[in-house]
């Protein structure tokens, strides 16, 4: 496999990934992929420089649908709304990092997938689907049964992983749950020779300081932009 600069896959996490360990979820070309709705949102783009990206996108999520768009702040062209905003960060892992395994974790999987999709509901840590899990491993936490923590892999681009779906229930916050489950899955992480990456809001300056606490450090600031596609008329105007 050529080898590709670090920036230029941590700057494009979602397409080095569907072009790469998740190109199996790949649905599209050239230009644009995208996972499967019950997997993911998000929508990767090879680069932002090609005009014909955008007839490509429109193609392969249809008219008038909404798209999330990570990492970019593309002019958008006629016919294209924008719904929405908001500022993120990146950050990485560092030589401070010291991942290990926990005890009290448990490896999640398709049976276990109401109760997590009902924690993400409950603590709203970002986009979870039905499959989502399909993507990494995932891990949680029980307390008399009830699944009231978790933590994952999510986007997968080539020699990193993104530790994503970060949830613990209010009544358990404040004894380091969230911690020890990052750091299980960064050990597992480690383990097969990748590195660990993490996204969040930027108005989730608590759980930043968390993350610089257990050794990841600032990469990038984001923008996570919300877009609607030209309604069918436009398409087939254009």
């Known amino acids: 496999m050529p080898h590709t600069p670090i920036d230029?896959?941590?700057?494009n996490p979602a397409w080095h990934a569907l072009t790469?360990?998740?190109?199996?979820?790949?649905i599209g070309g050239d230009l644009v992929r995208r996972y499967p709705g019950d997997i993911a949102p998000f929508v990767a783009v090879r680069t932002w420089d090609d005009p014909a990206v955008w007839q490509a996108l429109a193609d392969l999520v249809g008219p008038g649908e909404e798209v999330g768009i990570s990492g970019a702040d593309p002019e958008l062209p006629a016919g294209w709304e924008?719904?929405?905003?908001?500022?993120?960060?990146?950050?990485?892992?560092?030589?401070a990092?010291?991942?290990?395994p926990d005890e009290e974790a448990i490896?999640?999987?398709?049976d276990d997938v109401p109760e997590m999709l009902a924690?993400?509901?409950?603590?709203?840590?970002?986009?979870?689907?039905?499959?989502?899990?399909?993507?990494?491993?995932y891990v949680g936490i029980?307390?008399?049964?009830?699944?009231?923590?978790?933590?994952?892999?999510?986007?997968?681009?080539?020699?990193?992983?993104?530790?994503s779906a970060v949830a613990t229930d209010a009544e358990h916050r404040g004894q380091g749950i969230a911690s020890r489950l990052v750091l299980d899955v960064a050990f597992h992480i480690q383990q097969r020779g990748d590195r660990a990456l993490l996204h969040a809001a930027a108005t989730n300056t608590g759980a930043i300081r968390v993350y610089e606490r257990l050794g990841f450090a600032l990469r990038r600031h984001t923008t996570f932009l919300f877009v609607r596609?030209?309604?069918?008329?436009r398409v087939l105007a254009g």
Do not use: C, K, Y
């Not at 990092?97 to 290990?100: A, F, M, N």
């Not at 490896?107 to 398709?110: D, E, N, Q, R, W």
């Open 8 to 11: 230029d896959v941590l700057d």
């Open 20 to 26: 790469g360990p998740h190109s199996s979820f790949a």
């Open 82 to 95: 924008e719904l929405g905003r908001g500022a993120g960060v990146q950050l990485v892992q560092t030589d």
């Open 97 to 100: 990092l010291e991942p290990r």
């Open 107 to 110: 490896v999640l999987g398709a």
């Open 119 to 137: 924690l993400v509901e409950r603590n709203q840590p970002g986009p979870f689907r039905p499959r989502t899990h399909e993507l990494g491993r």
């Open 142 to 163: 029980r307390r008399d049964g009830r699944l009231i923590a978790m933590a994952g892999e999510r986007l997968h681009p080539q020699g990193w992983t993104e530790i």
């Open 229 to 233: 596609t030209p309604a069918a008329d």
